[in-house]
């Protein structure tokens, strides 16, 4: 039977030193949702995805991906699981002294190190069509623009075929033209391949675009959640302060 929450977080919180970061933190992800998470800086939204990749641990609560508590699995399993996740930071994170091709091989020959030329080339080649850079193969970092670094950054991230996508401020730095293209490819390629994502953004036009649920957090506590156009009309002042 699949399991309908491919993400299910039960009361988390953490902690530095005096500072409570995240609150008791309740928040379910289901198979091919979009949820995007709003607030202001400092409010948590960071150290939620940090925990859910298992580069923080939570003090309290657990975080369970595909049924799986993920403070009890060993480092193999959880190795494997990361290849079920993909994270798309804020710079795109490419590797300067590598071509786009390069940087796209680079997670294949990690983690599919039996995989031959010809099917490497074919999920490359099946990647760059899917961002809209077919040609972009031979360049190097320094040659994109930051909208195609973001697109290959994503490309890169997707290449493994991840059922669940942590986005951190994917529009942030981009202009307004640009971020709406990269927010509908998000819309697009979670269509396509029935992904689930976490979407950080202060975008709120990105938010419209992508959202099936928002998820207000405030101090490190969720406010609310719903759709965008119940946010965008909630009677709470400081909710409705994101959308005007």
Known sequence: MEIENVVSIKGVSKAFKEKHILKDISLDIKRAENVVVLGKSGSGKSTLIKCMVGLMEP?????????????????DELNSFRTRIGFLFQSGALYDSMTVYENLAFPLRHHKKEMGRKKLDELIHEALDNVGLPEAGNMMPSELSGGMSKRIGLARTLILKPEIMLYDEPTTGLDTATAKEISQLILDLQRKYKISSLIITHDISCAKTVADRVVMLKEGVIIAEGTYDEMENSQDVWIRSFFS
């Open 59 to 75: 003090d309290e609560g657990e975080i369970c991906i595909f049924g799986k508590d993920m403070a009890h699995i060993d480092y």
